[in-house]
Structure formats: C-alpha cells, structure tokens
C-alpha cells in the first residue's frame, strides 16, 4: 500500500512563504506524476500543481509565479514552495499519485495523502 505523508503547512501571514513536503513510501513513485491538490473551506478539491517524472510541470493560473512545485526522487520526496501567499491560499493541501491521463483531473490520482493544513491571515 502506497503512503504519502504531507507536511509543512501552518499559519503565516499574507505575502508569507511555505515549503510543504510530500514523502511517499515507495520507491518506484519516482516512474509517476505527482500532484498538489488543496481544498479550501467549503469548496472542491482543485488542482495546484503536478510535476511529471521528467520534471516537466503543470500549475493552476492562481499560484502560477508565486508556486513552484519541485521531486527529490533519491528522496522519495515531492515540494511545493509556495511564495506570496494570499488569503485565498487557504486551504487542506493533498499530494497524490498520477495513475490517468489528466494532469488535471482528480480523478486521475490516486493514493491520497492526509493533507496539511496551510492558513493565510490578512
């Protein structure tokens, strides 16, 4: 059973940085996607970002130039820097495993992590 382990998130205040981390558990993972998906109160679940297993990189107009989404495949690692922070940033943020055809797509992934928490103060 694959296992993904996000981390880094907390509270800064807007115009802030994070680094979140994504660990997974099995080596292999370096052959697929990896995606960033993040669900804000009350809202879906929505694509961030996705990085392929050539480093080829995929972002939502929303974080694109603050987010930058990065792999360490030695170790077993997937990031998401996320600069300039806003409000609207706010959110449960998921990593996942690519297993469809959509970048894009939720349905396209699989092996959900638990999600960390990012909170944006204004």
């Known amino acids: 059973q694959v296992q993904l382990v996000e981390s880094g998130g907390g509270l800064v205040q807007a115009g802030g940085s994070l680094r979140l981390s994504c660990a997974s558990s099995?080596?292999?993972?370096?052959?697929?996607?990896m995606g960033w998906f993040r669900q804000g109160p009350g809202k879906e679940r929505e694509f961030v970002a996705a990085?392929?297993?050539?480093?080829?990189?995929a972002y939502t107009d929303s974080v694109k130039g603050r987010f930058t989404i990065s792999r360490d495949n030695a170790k077993r690692t997937v990031y998401l820097q996320m600069n300039s922070l806003k409000p609207e940033d706010t959110a449960l943020y998921y990593c996942?495993?690519?297993?469809?055809?959509?970048?894009?797509?939720?349905?396209?992934?699989?092996?959900w992590g638990q999600g960390t928490q990012v909170t944006v103060s204004s």
């Open positions: 990085i392929s297993s050539g480093g080829n990189t």
């Open positions: 099995e080596r292999t993972l370096s052959s697929y996607t």
């Open positions: 996942a495993v690519r297993t469809g055809n959509n970048y894009y797509s939720i349905s396209s992934y699989a092996y």
